[in-house]
């Protein structure tokens, strides 16, 4: 089992950065694809970014390609979300997820984070 804790977000203005992380617990997590999603008010959640278990593939959502980037650290069990160019559609709760299917879909990935909130002011 994983269990996974998401932190760095924040109130920035448009055109800023953030960074998030993700600490996993748990012996295997370099058995785990890795996934960002978001959820924005009113909305379903959607895929961000996933990393394959050894960090040399990623994959991003069309919206976010190019500012986003997605990596891992299997040694210190971290994912790392780094968010340039932040627009106010940007604007959602950003969770963590983990699962054994390298993926854009959600239901595939089997433990979430509880989310970390990001709001980009215009």
């Known amino acids: 089992q994983v269990q996974l804790v998401e932190s760095g977000g924040g109130l920035v203005q448009a055109g800023d950065s953030l960074r998030l992380s993700c600490a996993a617990s748990g012996r295997t997590f370099s058995s785990y694809v890795m996934g960002w999603f978001r959820q924005a008010p009113g909305k379903e959640r959607e895929f961000v970014a996933a990393i394959s278990r050894s960090g040399n593939s990623t994959r991003y959502a069309d919206s976010v390609k190019g500012r986003f980037t997605m990596s891992r650290d299997n040694v210190a069990k971290k994912v790392y979300l780094q968010m340039n160019s932040l627009k106010p559609e940007d604007t959602a709760v950003y969770f963590c997820?983990?699962?054994?299917?390298?993926?854009?879909?959600?239901?595939?990935?089997?433990?979430w984070g509880q989310g970390t909130q990001v709001t980009v002011s215009s």
């Open positions: 997820a983990a699962g054994l299917t390298y993926t854009t879909t959600s239901w595939a990935y089997h433990y």
